[in-house]
Structure formats: structure tokens, C-alpha cells
């Protein structure tokens, strides 16, 4: 785990303590799906059991002082290795289940563990994890297939940034790896693929995509593609209408209006976000 104050699910105490959670968004009539991450190289020292180096695809580390952190070095997981972190995903998916929520969301973008396995200019490997574009996707299905067998693949959705180089994970054919694992997403019937149309450059520069570069995994992926990226009130109407998406995700937006469905429906002015307090720990503006 990189940052501080991520909640966790993959204890009994973390499953008791979602449940009023999930219960008080149910009450709302909302739909709750909870995102599992593991950081992978995205981390420090500090944030590992014992103190060990990060576990990720490769033994190349961050760039020193990358977004003014100081990264630790990580080690390369084994192949047996591989095969406890699926489980993990997979107990914090029945976690879920336990704890009320909807579905999960598997997090496959911004450089974090299963993307540091995709993407060829980070993982080195010369195993059947590693080389090819199918091996290199090999471990995201396998995490994949694991929760689906434990919990469905209707409650079952992926993020996915072939674009991105966030965290310095970046691929010389994100085309190829996009449209492959929009495929392969689409065979195991997850319930829905949400894919980040712009690359995260930095903490504080979004850059855009070519227009009209994730239609091609639109394309492939036959369940709900969800499109995210720096959309507001207009772009966002025009992309479903288009066809591009069939649903639009919103962040930024959401941490500065919470009623940002109701202002949109009103074409409402909106609170202007401050993305210096995105990470914080203050319960008031982070």
C-alpha cells in the first residue's frame, strides 16, 4: 500500500466496519461497487509489512524523488508469489460480498501493480508473466478469472490507462494492449470496463488522448464502457450520445460538488476543485 488512510478489506474487522457504510449508501438508493488496488512499486519502506521492499513485476524502482517522494527499490514477485497476491484479491472480493457491497472494481491503471505487469516498458520478466502482450496480460486475468470464480462476473468491473505513463508505467503499443484486454474483458463478461481516455502526466498536468482513441475498445467490449477523463456538463452528454461511452465517470468534479448530478440537471455553476487538497488527510477539504 502506498498512500496513508486507504481503507483496507481484507480483514474481518475491515468487513464489519464497510457494512454501515455500504448499508447508509443503500438506504440512498445508490449502487456500491469498491475498488481493490494493490500498489505494487508504488510505495515505500514505510507502508510495507516489516518494512520489505515493494513487490511488483519488476526489480526497477520509480525515478528518486518522483512527485517529491522518495520511492523505495522493489522486488521482482516469483511466480508462487503471484499466486498468494490473486489471492488476495480474490479474499478481498468475497470480503466484499460479506460487507454488502454491489460488485468490485478492479483497479488496472495509473501505474499500480497489475499495470506495472501490462505495460512492456516496466515489466522486464522473462517468465510466463513477462515478453509477450499475452504474458504480460497473463496476471490482470488471472485476478480477473479468480473473482469472478469467487464472487460472479456480474459484479465484476476493471479500470484499465493503456495511455497513461502515471508512476512511469508506460507502453510502446498501448493500442494493441487496450484493444487485447478490452477483448479479453469483454470474453470473461465483467459487468463493466472503465477506461481513462486522458494520460495522467503528473500530480498536476492531464494531457488528452487522440479523439476517438478508446473507440476501438468500445468496440470490443459488448457489456458498459465507461469513459473518464477531464469531461464536464457538455463533453460528457456528447460522448454518450455519440456512442463512445456508454456511461461517463466523474472525479474531480465530484470531490468539489457533491451535488453534481443535481447541478448538472440544473446546468448549475459549479464549485472550482483544488487539486493540492485531493490527497490530504483533512476530513473537511481533502
Known amino acids: 500500500m502506498r498512500y496513508p488512510d486507504i481503507p483496507g478489506i481484507w480483514t474481518k474487522e475491515h468487513v464489519e466496519a464497510w457494512k454501515p457504510i455500504v448499508d447508509a449508501i443503500h438506504q440512498k438508493g445508490g449502487v456500491f461497487f469498491v475498488q ?26 520509480l525515478t528518486p524523488g518522483l512527485y517529491g517522494v522518495d520511492w523505495s527499490p522493489p522486488r521482482q514477485l516469483t511466480i508462487d508469489e503471484t499466486c498468494g497476491i490473486i489471492n488476495d484479491f ?4 468475497r470480503n466484499a460480498i460479506e460487507a454488502g457491497f454491489d460488485g468490485v472494481k478492479i483497479h488496472g491503471a495509473n501505474g499500480f501493480l497489475i499495470e506495472q505487469f501490462m505495460k512492456d516498458q516496466v515489466n522486464d520478466r522473462a517468465d510466463e508473466y513477462g515478453g509477450s502482450l499475452e504474458n504480460r496480460c497473463r496476471f490482470s486475468l488471472e485476478v480477473v478469472e479468480a473473482i469472478i470464480d469467487e464472487i460472479g462476473a456480474e459484479r465484476v468491473g476493471m479500470r484499465l490507462s493503456p495511455y497513461s505513463d502515471f508512476n512511469e508505467a508506460e507502453d510502446f503499443d498501448p493500442d494493441s494492449l487496450g484493444l487485447y484486454m478490452a477483448n479479453a474483458l469483454s470474453k470473461l463478461d465483467v459487468v463493466y470496463l472503465h477506461a481513462i481516455e486522458p494520460q495522467a502526466v503528473g500530480p498536476t498536468v492531464i494531457q488528452g488522448c487522440a479523439e476517438g482513441q478508446l473507440l476501438p475498445m468500445r468496440k470490443a467490449f459488448k457489456n458498459t464502457f465507461i469513459m473518464a477523463g477531464g469531461f464536464d456538463r457538455t463533453t460528457g452528454s456528447e460522448v454518450v450520445a455519440g456512442g463512445g461511452a456508454d456511461l461517463v465517470a466523474y472525479g474531480r468534479l465530484f470531490l468539489a460538488n457533491p451535488d453534481l448530478p443535481m447541478r448538472f440537471r440544473l446546468d ?3 464549485n472550482k476543485y483544488d487539486r493540492n487538497t485531493f490527497y490530504t488527510s483533512d476530513p473537511v477539504v481533502g
Do not use: M
Not at 36 to 61: E, M
Not at 90 to 93: C, D, N, V
Open 90 to 93: 480474490r479474499l478481498a472480493a
Open 36 to 61: 481493490l488496488v494493490h500498489a505494487g512499486r508504488v510505495s515505500t519502506y514505510d507502508y510495507q509489512p516489516g518494512g520489505k521492499a515493494p513487490l511488483s513485476s519488476t526489480d526497477k524502482g
Open 268 to 270: 448549475a455553476p459549479l
